[in-house]
């Protein structure tokens, strides 16, 4: 009886892990550090507006 429920979940995992692991050509790739950047740009821009209003 075990063997048949862990064969169900390794299989249903197996899936995911094949469409995580998948890289699509089409996809718009963004450095991490790009991302940090603007958002402390914009958090700087949000103080600076606070600031002058």
Known sequence: M???Q???G???SA???RYFD???SNAIRIDPKSVIAFGVLI???VQLLTFVS
């Open 15 to 17: 899936g995911l892990v």
């Open 22 to 24: 998948s890289e699509d």
């Open 10 to 12: 390794l299989m249903s």
């Open 2 to 4: 075990d063997r048949g």
């Open 43 to 45: 958090g700087l821009l």
């Open 6 to 8: 862990n064969s169900g």
